[in-house]
């Protein structure tokens, strides 16, 4: 079956049945990790259901045998990333950056690169937060931050730093000044983050479920808002993954609603949601 000619027909709704949802929990389990409950259903199907209006396909188990199939890899991460959730602000949990501000710059060694890792990114938001701290605080000391997620359009909405202007309450007054510029004429309504900082930032495709690419250790891994999707085997292996990048007493930040409890050893809790490595 290709998916190189969508029929883009009116197709009627289309009913997503027990059976075909259990196949599509069990492959997004498999690829990202990811546990959908029975609750989860309706979300699949509305999601999914625009992709099967394009191929005028007739029902759910004609798409996954579409994504599963040896040339639907390209449909397959569209499926992925319509199933997963982005969800970001920008500066969201403030305690974390004012932790950044506080402890972890200090600590710098001087004349060594700050590197961070923003292991679930999402559209941007997190690590553009992180580079306008950093350019402001560390007076052109030498910095790093590298940004991943599993979904490959998100990853390029963020590289393009174009963000809705609604985000500019959730951005600080001297930091809206300094690094973002406000779209006029055929960008009205939208925020661009200079390029000074876009440049500074570098992208990558990751899913969390796999080896880690080889990225170089890392002072700083931010983690946040991602292990509640995950069981907690998954929570393990994908903990134990990143930690394998962070330096020995470097900081891993999660979000206020996880707990690493009693899914690593070799760190310790700091304060709530920030954790150093032993």
Known sequence: MTVSAPLKSNTAAVVLHEKEFAQFREL???????????????????RLAKRLRYYGLASYAEYFQMITANNGKTELQMAVDLLTTNETHFFREPKHF??????????????KTLRIWSAACSSGEEPYSIAMLLDEVLNGAPWEIVASDLSTQVLEKARSGLFPIERMPEIPPHYLSNYCLKGT????????????LRERVRFVHYNLTETPPKLGEFDVIFLRNVMIYFDQDTKRQVVSRLLSLLRPGGHFLVGHSETLNGINEDVRLVQPAVYRKL
């Open 28 to 46: 997004i389990y498999r690829i990202a990790g990811i546990s959908m409950s029975a609750a989860k259903k309706p979300l699949v199907a509305s």
């Open 185 to 196: 004429g055929s960008q009205q309504g939208t925020l661009l983050i200079e390029r000074k």
């Open 98 to 111: 004012e932790f950044l501000r506080r402890y972890i710059v200090p600590e710098r060694q001087p004349g």
